[in-house]
């Protein structure tokens, strides 16, 4: 079994309050569960309205599955809601679990 974990920290430029963070975050993580069927939640900076970070995950029988599928995410956002500026990327793929 294999694991793929992503952290995704992203600016949101337009946000001038958390209720506009809070309704970005609930549409993006509705958006990348449904097209992926992946877990994704809020996993920090939770107060900081320009700030959004994501943690998005996946268990599959292939490694090359798991980081194939991290990067796809990551690609997802990127082109989807050009709005949102990409600070920071971190994927990691645990295996033998």
Known sequence: MHIGVCRLTLRLPQA????DK???ARSLTARIH???NVAVAEVEDND????????????????AHADQMMATVANF??????DLE???LQTEVISGV
């Open 48 to 63: 900081l309205w320009q700030r959004l970070t994501l943690g998005v995950c996946c268990v599959t029988n292939d490694a």
């Open 22 to 24: 809070r309704q970005v």
């Open 34 to 36: 449904n097209q992926f």
């Open 86 to 88: 990409l600070l920071d």
């Open 77 to 82: 956002v990127a082109e989807t809601r050009p």
């Open 16 to 19: 001038q309050s958390l209720k």
